[in-house]
C-alpha cells in the first residue's frame, strides 16, 4: 500500500522529512469536485493529531484527505477527519455574534456584543471583586488562542477562575504526572507502539476513540519481528477488546486495586528491576511496603480477575524487554483518577520501562488540543508549567511578557466544579464559556442548571448553536478549524500546524481575535496585553519566549519548521532543534526536587456511591466512534450522524432475562438525581452482569441527568465511568427489578496468596 501511494505522488514517504505532495496529484483523485486548491492541516477532533488536506473549491471546503507524507497518519483517516470539511458550513453554525434581547436571542454587530459583555464584567468585578468573574474553556482551540485567552482573563481580567473542560477529561492524567516526574507531560511516542513488545490498553477504546493509533500497533510485527501481546482491561468489551490476546473485564473502578496487586506479584516473584528501582527513582521503601497490602487473593476478591490470571498479567509486563501502558478515560474519570495514573507509572518505574523505546507510561489525549491548554495556563499553573506559589515563577513569567509582577496570580484558581460551587454560592455572578457544552457534558445536570440559573451573566462563545449558548445572554460566534490559523500539539507532544483554508462563516471571528478585540473594552488591557498583536504568529512568538527553558520548550520550532518536519515534539531548543521523541530519555532527570521519579503509595477505595437496593446495576458511560462529544459538530454530518443517530443501552443478557427485555425494546433509566427515558436496548454479553453502558453524545438522551457530582479530590475530574442506576421498562414495574449485585469487594487485609505463579493461561480471559 505504502509503495503503492509513494509510486502513486512520486514522493519517498519513507524519508522522515516532510515531503511535499503536488497538488495535481490530488486533484485527479477528486475529480468531480476538483478542488482549486488544497491546504495542508491537522485534524481538528482527536488527540491523535492526524495529517490531511482540505480541498477548497470556491472558496468553500469541499474534500478532506489524509496527508501520505504525515508522520502520524501516513494518508489514513478515520470518518471523522475524512468529513471534517462537512462541518465547516453545518446548518448549526452561528453566523453572527447574539445579544439576549426581551428574552430573545437576536443578532447583533460585534461592537454590542463586546459592550454588553465588558459592561456586564466589568460591573460585577467591581460589586463582587474580579474573582467573581470565571472562565470554563476546552482543549479545541489552537495554542495561541489559549495563550491569548489565559493572559487576557488572567492579567486582564485579574480572575484566577479560569479552568476548562480538560478538568472532564485529562486533569487526572496531569495531576498523576505531577506527583509521579514533578511536571505534566506524556513521557512516550506513538513510535513506542510499534516497539514496544507488551502494550496494556487500560480503559482506553482506541478502536472508537482513537482508530489511527492502531495504525503504530500494525507497525509492531515489522519493527519488532514478532506480533506484541496486547493486554485490555476494560469492564466492557469495547471494539478495542477484540484486538486483545488478554483481555481483562475488571469490576468497574478497582484499576487501582489490579495495578497495586500487579506490582506486589512482580516484587514477590523477584521480577523488578531492583537497581532502577533503588538508583533511578526515590521512594522505593516505603513503596514495597505499601503493595505488601495487596495480596493476590484480596485482589482478586476486589476486581473480579482470577488469582492466576493476575500471575500471568505480572508475568507478561515485568518480562517484557519494552512494555507500554496506555491508558485514557477509563483511568482518569474516576474519584480515584489521579492515583490510578501514578500507580501505573509505579509499574513503569518498577520494572524499568521509562524514556526508552517501547517503554512508557503513556495518557493518550482526548481533544485535538487538550496538550495546548495544559501549557499555556490555566487554574493550576502559570504557563509554561509554571508554579503560582513560587515567586521565582511569577516574576520570570511576569518580566518575559513586561508585566508588574503584582498582576500574576500568587496561588491556584478553582477548578470546574469549584467554578459551578462558586455559582451555587453566589460567589460567582458571571461565566464566559469557551467552546465547551456544558449543558451535555457536565455531571449531575439538575445542579448544572439550577446553579446556571443563578448568573448576572453568561457569555458564551461557540462556533455553533450549542446547547448552552442557547441559554446564553451573549454570544460570541466563533470560527472554527479550517477558517483560522495555529498550532495544535497532539498526545506525543507533537506540535502540528492547523491552517486557515477558508474565510470564518458569515460575521465569526476567529477566537483569538475575539479575545484581543474584546480586551480593548477593559481600560488598558490591550495596551497592557496585546499591543501591536495582529495575527496568532504574535501569541505564538510570545509563547515561545514564555516556554524556553521549560521542559514544554517551544523555542526552536517556527511554523515553518514544522511544516517541513510534519509536527515537531517539545522539548525543541538549540539543544535538540527537531524536537524530542521522548522525555526522561538518556539522563531521567525530572523535575522533582531530587531530579528523580517518584513511588507513590496509594490505596484503592470501594465506591462512594456504591449500588444499593433502589439502584442496582452500575452505569458506565462513554463514546461511539461516528460521534463527537455533544454532536455540535458530528451532528449535522449525515454519513455519521445516520449511523448513530439516538442513544442505545448495552445490557447483559442475564440482565434483560430477569427484566425479560429483548434487544430493540425501549427502556428508561433513572438515578437518584433523574431519569431519561425511551432508550433503545442492546442485549450484549459486552457488558459485565450488573453493568450497563450508555453513550454520552445525546442531547435527547442526556446520560449526564443522572451522573453524580462526585470528583477527585486532586484533580476534580468527575467520576464519569460509575454510577448507580435502575432501569425501567413497561413490562418492569417501578421499584427494585432485581437484587443487588455484588460489585466491589472489602479489602480486608487477610494474608491469603495463592502461590500460581507461572501458571499458563491457555485461553483468553472470558471472552465477553
Ligand atoms: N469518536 C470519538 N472519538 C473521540 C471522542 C469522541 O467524542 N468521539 N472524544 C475524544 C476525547 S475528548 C476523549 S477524552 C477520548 C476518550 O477516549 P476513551 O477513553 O477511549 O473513551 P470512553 O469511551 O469515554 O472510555 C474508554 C473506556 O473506558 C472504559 N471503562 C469504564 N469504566 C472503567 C473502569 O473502571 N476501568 C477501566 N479500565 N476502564 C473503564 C469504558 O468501558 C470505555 O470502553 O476520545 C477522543 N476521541
Ligand atoms: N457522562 C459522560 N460525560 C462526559 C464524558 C464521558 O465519558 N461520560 N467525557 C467528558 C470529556 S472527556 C470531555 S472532553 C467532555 C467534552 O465535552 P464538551 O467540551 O462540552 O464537548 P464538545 O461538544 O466538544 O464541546 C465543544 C464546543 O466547542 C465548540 N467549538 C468547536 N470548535 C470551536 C472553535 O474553534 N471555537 C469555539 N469558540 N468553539 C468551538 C463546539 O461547537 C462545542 O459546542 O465531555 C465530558 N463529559
Ligand atoms: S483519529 Fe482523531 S485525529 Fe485522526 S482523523 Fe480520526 S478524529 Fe481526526
Ligand atoms: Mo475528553
Redesign the pocket.
Known sequence: MIKKIKDFLGVDIKNDKYALVDDEIFGKVAKSKKPDKWIRSTCGYC?VGCGLYIGVKDGQPVYTKGDPAHPVSKGTLCPKGLSEHEMVRANNRLTTPLVRKDGHLAPVEWDEAFKKASEAFKDVAQKHGKEAVACIST?QLLTEEFYTLGKFVQLGLGSNNYDG??T???SSAVMGYKQSFGSDGPPGCYEDFSHADVIMLIGANIADNHPILKLHIAKNKKTTGKKPTIIVVDPRHSKTANMADIFVPLKPRTDLALINGLCHIIWEQGWADESFMREKASGYKAFVKHIQNYPPQEVANITGIEVKVLYELARIYAGADKAMSAW??GVNQSALGTDTVSAICNMALMTGNLGREGASPFSI???CN?MGTRESGFTSSIPGYRNFASSHDREEYASIVGVPTEIVPDKRGYAYPQIIEGIEKGEIKALWVVATNPLVSYPDQPRLRAALKKLDMLVVQDAFMSDTAQLADVIFAAATWSEKDGTYTNSERRCNLAKKAVEPIGKSKSDFHIVVEFSRYFDGAYELLFEGWEDPRDAFAEWQKVSKGQLCDYSGMSYEKIETLGGIQWPCNAENPDGTPRLYHDTMECTTEDGKPKFICADWEPMAENICEGFPLVLNSGRTVEQF?TRTKTGEIAILDNLAPEAWIELNPKDAEKLQVKSGERMGISSPRGRIDDLVVKVTEGVREGNIFVPFHYNTELINTLTQSLFDPKSFEPNFKQTAVQVHSEKVPEGIVFPQTEIVGELSHDKVTEEVSGVKVEEKVAKS
Do not use: I, R
Open positions: 488527540g482543549g473542560n480538560t472532564l477529561c485529562m485514557t478515560m489525549t482526548g481533544q487538550a462529544h
